[in-house]
Nanobody
Framework: QVQLVESGGGLVQPGGSLRLSCAAS????????MSWYRQGSGKERVLVAG???????NYADSVKGRFTISRDNAKNMVYLQMNSLKPEDTAVYYC???????????WGQGTQVTVSS
């Protein structure tokens, strides 16, 4: 069964850091582009960062220079290192897998990140 399980969310102060993890199972991980989305309260879900099957990365302008996405294909894991967190980063963060040259799309359940003093 294909599954994405996120962890690492929580409450942090502005300027703090968190690392989100997403563990994938039931899929050939190396064949999927991985990404992180977020959805703030009352807002639409938007792309935060993505990493393709070749290791290429892209980021939303709002997180560029602060967040880093990475993947470990040997462990079927994708990470989002979040530094210099701001209150506007508060959102539910979702892990997503997209099959390379395919239509399969898998979403995790999401993990809450709250940035507040």
């Amino acid at each position: 069964q294909v599954q994405l399980v996120e962890s690492g969310g929580g409450l942090v102060q502005p300027g703090g850091s968190l690392r989100l993890s997403c563990a994938a199972s039931g899929l050939i991980f190396s064949g999927y582009a991985m990404s992180w989305y977020r959805q703030g309260s009352g807002k639409e879900r938007v792309l935060v960062a993505g990493i393709d099957t070749f290791g290429g990365r892209n980021y939303a302008d709002s997180v560029k220079g602060r967040f880093t996405i990475s993947r470990d294909n040997a462990k079927n894991m994708v990470y989002l290192q979040m530094n210099s967190l701001k209150p506007e980063d508060t959102a539910v963060y979702y892990c997503r897998a997209d099959r390379f040259r395919g239509t399969d799309r898998i979403w995790g359940q999401g993990t809450q990140v709250t940035v507040s003093s």
